[in-house]
């Protein structure tokens, strides 16, 4: 990570570190709905690629976030970091996360912060859109002067949508901000300053919406943890406690006495939807909270301990201790991930070997009768898995636990690249913009164009998809079964033609969707198959860079 990396000071983190803290600077997604996953990263002057390039830049403290290219380490793409406040507190800590803004395709968020030196932060968060070939920035939401206690910052992000209209919301701390940038609320009107730990998810299945959940730090008020609803920002309850710091706390559903999560710090746990105070001793430590017996509560994650709590006893028990396998470490007391990844709905939980040669996952194999979806697939769940800052666990946008209604189907799309979203058959290809179809011309050689016609039964209008093992489309004409092929162009306007059959992504192809049309994506150029505006029979068809354009969608009829 160049020079820039030697700084791993948890607060003021180098330009290019990697950082063990809040501001680690790197997370790993699909953006372009290809299969792959891509890493967003944090960089500056003197970082060295997987490829062996170096990036260069005059000022060393000058901040950019690139898309590398996860089988190569050849960087993809660069942007440079807004500089609003870079005069005052030079280079920036930096959380990345992944959120659906637009409600269909991902988006990376950052949020940056460098600090002053009466040590009050400044704070900007950032929307970037990768399309496959360029970044660009999508917005951008600026904050200063966290000493003011209006709008504070925590130690991680949380990303869900709150008011359930498939778009996601951000929050950093004691504020939302909306999928397009504006602030939704903050709760610094009802007290609420800077603290270690908050959460949003389901917590109370009669209640509309989602739940938040945080703890605070020093707060003058004797503010000690909060409860308020996600969506509104309207105050549920507060406790008033102590003016110490309240350096942990943390939401779990570990009374099966109670339909609904409880909460608890170091005051005593609490039913959430009601403030019912459950015990104010023998409750666990209030680490992480994970899903690895066979029952719908969940279990604690401790320092290298798997712990269950007992609600009749009032103690807590010990399932599994990690050095008793293997001689391991994370970070700190949490391990270095942690997640359901392998494909029930229990946690996996992954730590490295104490000499960093390996790393070492834990799988629960305790037999369940509770058939539910794999975490990964609900929304909140796997956005939260893309984000670390102070490490906490992922949360569901829906009930889990006592009494819970069978989960809801998740609103997602399998993508090719990844599993089709289309069925192998023969298709009419349908633009959106034109109403035409996708028209193979009665061309059979290689290298002849496609374009557009109006919708018939002629055999150069019918398409045949097939799903390759990889994830990804070929599309072949019945008239001649010549490939749409992306002729190996690579900028905007370049032609979409046909080809025998080989073995070149020239002829593969994601298919997207975009509510209820779908996206062509080329897996050589990452650009869209595209109507160019074409209104009449023969109309060219050719390839541009990803935009909302009608241009660009299709339907498959």
Excluded at 367 to 390: L, Q, S, V
Excluded at 467 to 496: E, F, H, I, R, W
Aim: with cysteine; charged share 15%.
């Amino acid at each position: 990570m160049g020079t820039g990396s030697t700084n791993t000071y948890n607060i003021s983190p180098g330009p290019t570190a990697i950082d063990m803290g809040m501001y680690d600077g790197v997370t790993v997604y699909d953006l372009a709905g290809t299969g792959k996953a891509v890493i967003a990263l944090k960089v500056a002057d003197g970082v060295v690629f997987g490829d062996g390039t170096v990036f260069h830049n005059a000022d060393p403290n000058k901040q950019y976030l690139a898309i590398v290219d996860g089988l190569t380490g050849k960087m993809l793409s660069n942007i440079a970091f807004p500089t609003d406040f870079y005069s005052q507190a030079g280079k920036y800590g930096c959380q990345l996360g992944i959120a659906y803004l637009d409600g269909t395709t991902p988006s990376v968020v950052g949020w940056l912060r460098n600090r002053n030196s009466d040590k009050s932060f400044n704070d900007i968060i950032v929307a970037w859109h990768w399309n496959g070939t360029t970044l660009s920035q999508t917005w951008e939401y600026t904050i200063s002067g966290e000493a003011g206690l209006t709008l504070a910052g925590d130690h991680q992000m949380v990303i869900a949508d709150v008011d359930g209209d498939g778009k996601d919301e951000i929050c950093p701390g004691n504020y939302w901000i909306n999928s397009n940038g504006t602030l939704r609320f903050n709760l610094g009107a009802d007290g609420v300053i800077h603290g270690d730990r908050h959460y949003a998810l389901k917590m109370d299945p009669n209640r509309a919406g989602l739940q938040g959940y945080g703890i605070q730090q020093n707060n003058p008020s004797a503010l000690s943890e909060y409860y308020y609803d996600a969506n509104t920002g309207a105050m549920l309850w507060k406790h008033m406690f102590s003016t110490n710091d309240v350096g942990r706390g943390i939401v779990g559903h570990v009374d099966p006495r109670y339909k609904g999560w409880e909460t608890w710090a170091f005051s005593g746990m609490f039913f959430a939807p009601n403030n019912t105070q459950l015990t104010t001793t023998n409750y666990p430590y209030p680490c992480q909270q994970f899903w690895w017996d066979g029952d719908l509560l969940t279990e604690n994650l401790n320092n290298g301990k798997f712990e269950k709590w007992d609600y009749v006893g009032q103690g807590t028990g010990r399932l599994l201790t990690i050095s008793q396998f293997e001689t391991a470490t994370g970070s700190g007391d949490n391990p270095m991930f942690f997640g359901d990844i392998f494909g029930d709905w229990r946690t996996e939980v992954v730590y490295c070997s104490s000499d960093f040669s390996k790393l070492i996952i834990f799988t629960t194999d305790i037999a369940t009768t509770n058939r539910i979806y794999t975490m990964a697939h609900n929304p909140e769940y796997r956005d939260n898995m893309t984000i670390k800052g102070y490490m906490q666990s992922p949360m569901l946008d829906y009930y889990m636990g006592t009494g819970m209604s069978t989960p809801p189907v998740p609103n997602i799309t399998y993508v090719g690249g990844g599993g089709g979203s289309i069925a192998n058959g023969t298709y009419n290809v349908i633009n959106r913009a034109s109403g035409l179809a996708l028209d193979n011309k009665g061309l059979t050689t290689n290298g002849a164009p496609v374009g557009l016609w109006t919708k018939g039964s002629s055999n150069n209008l019918k398409w045949v998809t097939t799903l390759q093992s990889d994830g990804y489309y070929k599309l072949s004409c019945v008239t001649g079964g010549l490939y749409l092929d992306g002729m190996g162009g690579t900028t905007n306007g370049a032609p979409a033609g046909q080809w025998a059959s080989d073995s070149s992504h020239n002829q593969e192809w994601s298919i997207v969707a975009t509510g209820s049309y779908y996206k062509l994506v080329n897996r050589t150029s990452g650009l869209r198959l595209d109507s160019l505006g074409g209104t009449t029979n023969g109309a060219p068809v050719g390839q541009w860079s990803d935009s909302s354009s009608s241009n660009q969608q299709w339907s498959f009829q």
